[in-house]
């Protein structure tokens, strides 16, 4: 799972809670991140991409930004591009949409696909349990939405170069789970200007279940990392580990025929602890929803590899992948 800036130490002593070598939470309600890369700024000009940057203010109560990126070929010609907004991953608790590798890995998909990027700083658990990512996530997708109807004001980026007409979601690892539950919310609610989302792709998403499945561990599942985090970013919620947020094929899940867009990518990894969830989340859309699905699975790599060794050629497969998906 990815990661923000780690927190500086600090002088409190008593721990409430501790993920080792990732998020420890201290009695005082102190949270100390233990894992991640270096929040950097935007940039005018990346030296590798070309891809501009700058950061903007979608609401201050309660409090979301985000990074928007805008490639160079849009910089110099007229014609409109899809629009991207992405979540990032980082189990709920982790990551920034201000981070090294999140920067890098925007800069680089904006340039290999050719489309305008919209990043989410969303509010991060356990200072905001969930559903508040969700909320937060949803917002800017109304938000993004609501320039397909500003001719005046608004976000210029967005305003000028974008095509409102070829809006997608992405994101990898609890970016990805973003993802399926905003495609199912906007299926059942309207966004501004009668938007409508074309596609999403979904990068190892962070799916899991009370039942194992496939390589699942059977023993020790009470104890597994990604129930554990689940009932920690997420401790109120309905059915624990089986709800429909995290567990999308769950026997009372809503039926993943009323997702809200036309196309979908689910990419999974082989050597990845939810591998089997990402391809039974795409064999349950391809069985029970009328629009396109494809899987594209990377064998031999673990979770989320592109985004940390974006240099392989494995990584430059993946992102040649979405490339061919965001059109």
């Known amino acids: ?186 299926g059942a609610e309207d966004l501004p200007g009668g938007v409508k989302l074309v596609g999403a792709f979904l990068s190892c998403p962070y799916f899991w279940g009370s039942k194992p499945i496939g390589s699942e561990p059977k023993e020790g599942r009470g104890e597994s990392l990604p129930l554990l985090l689940w009932n920690f970013v997420y401790p109120s919620a309905p059915g624990g580990i089986d709800n429909p947020a995290i567990n999308p094929t769950a026997d009372e899940a809503p039926s993943l025929a009323s997702m809200g867009c036309s196309k979908l990518l689910v990419c999974a990894c082989g050597r990845d602890q939810f591998r089997d969830r990402g391809v039974l989340y795409y064999e349950a859309a391809k069985s029970g929803w009328k629009g396109k699905v494809e899987l594209f699975e990377v064998e031999g790599e673990e979770h989320c590899f592109h985004i940390l060794n974006p240099e392989t050629d494995n990584a430059k497969k993946v992102f040649n992948r979405l490339a061919s998906f965001l059109v």
């Not at 721990?15 to 890369?37: A, H, Q, W």
């Not at 928007?68 to 608790?93: D, N, T």
């Not at 989410?120 to 969930?130: N, S």
Request: charge should be negative; charged fraction near 20%.
């Open 1 to 186: 799972m990815a990661s923000t800036t780690p927190t500086p130490p600090t002088t409190t002593t008593e721990i409430e809670i501790e993920f080792p070598n990732l998020i420890r939470v201290y009695k005082d309600g102190t949270v100390e991140r233990l894992y991640g890369s270096p929040i950097v700024p935007p940039s005018l000009h990346d030296s590798d991409t070309g891809v501009s940057s700058k950061d903007i203010v979608i609401s201050d109560h309660p409090s979301v930004s985000a990074r928007l990126y805008l490639p160079k070929s849009a910089q110099s010609e007229a014609r409109k591009i899809p629009i991207l907004v992405y979540f990032h991953g980082g189990a709920f608790c982790l990551e920034s949409a201000f981070s090294f590798i999140g920067q890098r890995y925007l800069n680089l998909i904006a340039s290999e696909a050719n489309v305008i990027a919209v990043s989410v700083e969303y509010r991060l658990a356990p200072e905001h349990h969930l559903p508040a990512a969700f909320e937060d996530c949803w917002e800017s997708l109304k938000w993004v939405s609501s320039h397909s109807a500003i001719t005046n004001a608004g976000e210029p980026w967005l305003a000028n170069h974008g095509d409102f007409n070829r809006i997608y979601l992405g994101g990898d690892s609890a970016g990805g789970t973003i993802v399926h539950n905003i495609a199912m919310r906007s």
